[in-house]
């Protein structure tokens, strides 16, 4: 095989002199291909070096002027002009996620191993959805996929790499309701469109859920009237008794319940609903259940904390967000199903794809698994090298490291009296507020101001959420190498910035 492709490599027409075909990747431009990788590596390497805080505070109609003041009819002279323009208008600017400053969103820091890869992934740049545009890395995916399977506790599970946990969400989702409308319907949705009954078809969240949700069911053609919010406890986890009585009530109003999503690790409050409880009620009154993991999915490999996610093993699918969790790049997520047969409910068959008559045991295509995404890149193989490199040990140290800090914080933060913590976390978020004894005034106007203005001074950014109403700041702590003086240094921060905005 190699053999034969230098050969034809060989009698192939030379293009030395053509500088048209200079920017082209191939054989004759390695060393183009060496030096543009090896400026862009240095680009990354000054960022690293001399990034100090997690933001330069640069404001929207700067960054606008100067990206929109960009001639885009006259290209750059080479790399050192393009790199350092690029430095201008994007890495200067851009939100350091690895310092521990940054402790807003579920943006984690990435590891090395997934670099190394992303490198050969851009430039290789297979297509994940026939064998012939990409043999070792079908293998790769559906090696992961398995051992994700088995990390979940399934056994005849199937499922697929996708671009986020949204989409996996999504997938989630239409197959609760193409499976409902076959099993009890009879109805084939994919191809006869959504029964008369669709409309009263109704999927159980808890009010906590991700809002992909909603928006998933409006995709669907179900609309956001079929999402019901089910009442969360006092840890803003979905309460077990509440879904019933959700369930009756829809029941008893000639509606048909057909979905129930569990969330493992809430946005909000990085909180688990309680997944066995929820899977004996999903049993009992035959609906779907899916589990977003998007987010607690990092306990999958936690020796010390596994056990929250007891009772995953019972969803008929998960969602599993690598690049929350995993410690990956942007993009890294899978959709898992518990059976595999039910992935065959979203097989389309293109004649130049994946034709119907093909033997997909003998010429597998990872077409046939996924509804969102043809071309795919070949993100399976960071996740791949990671887990050779360093094994999956390490990467559950690092979710331990990152639950002890967020307990040791929530300690902090009740310890204090002049912050106010609304719930403990099983995963990294706290959702809290500045309240400053003896003073009255508008906590929630000052709160957002305090996070307003540490984020446009860069030195930190914090998230927000609402709890009824009302402004709280939130903390995601996803960062194995923030520790608890980081923390003491951003409380201290948000104090003294609170004191002078009073
Ligand atoms: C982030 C998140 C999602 C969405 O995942 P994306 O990868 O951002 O599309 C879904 N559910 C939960 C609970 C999340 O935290």
Redesign the pocket.
């Known amino acids: 095989m190699h053999t034969d492709q230098m050969t034809v490599a060989s009698v192939q027409p030379q293009h030395k002199n053509n500088k048209l075909l200079r920017d082209i990747f191939y054989e004759e431009t390695a060393a183009e291909y060496h030096q543009a990788v090896e400026k862009a590596r240095a680009a990354v390497e000054d960022f690293l070096l001399n990034t100090r805080q997690p933001f330069t505070g640069v404001r929207p109609p700067v960054m606008q002027e100067a990206v929109y003041g960009v001639d885009l009819s006259r290209p750059l002279a080479g790399y050192d002009e393009l790199l350092a323009e690029v430095n201008e208008l994007y890495v200067r600017h851009a939100t350091a996620f690895h310092l521990p400053q940054y402790i807003a969103?579920?943006n984690c820091p990435v590891v090395i191993p997934a670099l190394a890869a992303e490198v050969i992934i851009s430039a290789i740049n297979s297509s994940q959805d026939t064998y012939d545009q990409s043999a070792g890395g079908t293998f790769i995916e559906r090696r992961l996929i398995d051992w994700t399977a088995h990390e979940i506790g399934y056994t005849k599970a199937d499922g697929v790499f996708t671009?986020?946990?949204?989409?996996?969400?999504l997938m989630g989702l239409l197959l609760a309701r193409d499976h409902f409308a076959m099993q009890l319907l009879g109805h084939n949705i994919k191809l006869d469109g959504l029964p008369a009954q669709a409309s009263r078809f109704r999927i159980f969240v808890s009010d906590k859920?991700?809002f992909?949700?909603d928006k998933n069911a409006s995709l669907l053609g179900l609309g956001e009237q079929a999402i019901v919010r089910v009442k969360t406890d006092s840890r803003f986890r979905m309460d077990a008794a509440a879904l019933k009585e959700a369930l009756d009530w829809q029941l008893g109003l000639g509606n048909i319940p057909i979905a129930v999503v569990a969330?493992?690790?809430?946005?909000d409050f990085g909180n688990i609903d309680p997944l066995q409880s929820i899977a004996a009620l999903a049993a009992e009154y035959q609906v779907w259940m899916h589990v977003?993991?998007?987010?607690?999915c990092g306990l999958l490999l936690s020796a010390k904390y596994r056990h929250l996610l007891n009772g995953i093993e019972q969803a008929d699918s998960v969602?599993i967000?690598y690049?929350?969790s995993f410690f990956q790049p942007?993009?890294s997520?899978a959709f898992l199903v518990k059976d595999k047969a039910t992935l065959q409910l979203v097989r389309h068959h293109a004649d130049y794809l994946n034709p119907a008559e093909q033997d997909y045991e003998e010429l597998p295509a990872q077409i046939n698994k996924s509804i969102t995404q043809s071309t795919r890149r070949f993100d399976a193989l960071k996740l791949w090298c990671t887990l050779r490199l360093m094994g999956k040990q390490k990467l559950g140290i690092y979710t331990d490291m990152m639950i002890d800090t967020a307990a040791g914080t929530a300690a902090l933060l009740q310890q204090d009296p002049e912050f106010e913590l609304l719930s403990s976390s099983d995963l990294g978020v706290l959702v809290f507020r500045f309240r400053p004894v003896a003073i009255d005034t508008d906590l929630s106007a000052l709160n957002l101001r305090i996070k307003q203005s540490l984020f446009f001074d860069g030195t930190y950014i914090l998230a927000s959420t609402k709890v009824e109403g009302n402004f709280y700041l939130k903390f995601t702590i996803l960062n194995p190498l923030t520790t608890l003086s980081h923390i003491r240094e951003i409380l201290a921060a948000v104090k003294a910035k609170g004191y002078s905005l009073l």
């Open positions: 969103h579920l671009g986020g946990g949204s989409q996996s969400n859920a991700h992909s949700n969330t493992a690790g809430t946005t977003d993991a998007a987010y607690g969602t967000d690049h929350k942007i993009s997520s």
